[in-house]
């Protein structure tokens, strides 16, 4: 069964920071490019980072650019999340596509990917 599961979430306080991984299962996630999503309450889904298979190659959405490091290690995809703020409170997705292996320019605003986590919730609050 192909699946991604995430996990590290939880409440931090403003400033904190917290490590989502997304790892997968039935296949080889190394192959190809990974996206990180994130959907706050009554707010529409967003897509914070993205990471190719093979250079490295990373897109950062403006909100987190500088705060948030994408990084991969075997089979898994890292999400390290600094300097939190509560605008981040949101539940993080990862999500891949078998036919991508390379981030490009929309990668953050792709909605149509193949395999989908089910969530981890980030909540930044004192």
């Known amino acids: 069964q192909v699946q991604l599961v995430e996990s590290g979430g939880g409440l931090v306080q403003p400033g904190g920071s917290l490590r989502l991984s997304c790892a997968a299962s039935?296949?080889?996630?190394?192959?190809?490019?990974v996206v990180w999503f994130r959907q706050a309450p009554g707010k529409e889904r967003e897509g914070v980072s993205c990471?190719?298979?093979?250079?490295?190659n990373t897109y950062y959405a403006d909100s987190v650019k500088g705060r948030f490091t994408i990084s991969r290690g075997k089979n898994t995809v890292f999400l390290q999340m600094n300097s939190l703020k509560p605008e981040d409170t949101a539940v993080y997705y990862c999500?891949?596509?078998?036919?991508?292996?390379?981030?490009?320019?929309?990668?953050?605003?792709?909605?149509?990917?193949?395999?989908w986590g089910q969530g981890t919730l980030v909540t930044v609050s004192s």
């Open positions: 999500a891949t596509d078998r036919l991508r292996r390379s981030c490009y320019s929309g990668s953050l605003d792709d909605p149509y990917l193949e395999v």
């Open positions: 039935g296949f080889t996630l190394d192959y190809y490019a």
């Open positions: 990471i190719s298979r093979s250079d490295g």
